[in-house]
């Protein structure tokens, strides 16, 4: 079982930047397709970031340009731990939402809908103050 653990999250003012992270539980995801999401109050989840299973990272057109998606995997002690990040810049408020992460086994294509993720965050919210 695969477990994400997100963190990073904060209120900053329109303008500013923040860093997100989420850990993966075990090795296994090395092989999957992870993503960001994010769902505001009364709004539909919504695909922020794709990272395919060869580590190509896709952002969202509404985040082109201010959110940039990666991906690292650190060996430690004989474990291998894979970390997503998502660094957002030029943060405005439209951004305020709960942010997750999300891995989908393979066979997978590294798509926006989350339908398709099998594990999935708790969530860290970000707050973007005008």
């Known amino acids: 079982q695969v477990q994400l653990t997100e963190s990073g999250g904060g209120s900053v003012q329109a303008g500013g930047s923040l860093r997100l992270s989420c850990s993966a539980s075990?090795?296994?995801?090395?092989?999957?397709?992870m993503a960001w999401f994010r769902q505001a109050p009364g709004k539909e989840r919504e695909g922020v970031a794709v990272?395919?299973?060869?580590?190509?990272?896709?952002?969202?057109?509404?985040?082109k340009g201010r959110f940039t998606a990666s991906k690292r995997l650190t060996i430690s002690s004989g474990n291998a731990t894979n970390t997503l990040y998502l660094q957002m810049t030029s943060l405005n408020p439209e951004d305020t939402a709960m942010y997750y992460c999300?891995?989908?086994?393979?066979?997978?294509?590294?798509?926006?809908?989350?339908?398709?993720?099998?594990?999935w965050g708790q969530g860290t919210q970000v707050t973007v103050s005008s």
């Open positions: 999300a891995a989908e086994a393979p066979p997978c294509d590294g798509s926006f809908e989350p339908n398709q993720y099998n594990y």
């Open positions: 990272i395919g299973r060869d580590g190509t990272a896709t952002v969202a057109d509404s985040v």
């Open positions: 075990e090795y296994g995801p090395s092989n999957y397709c």
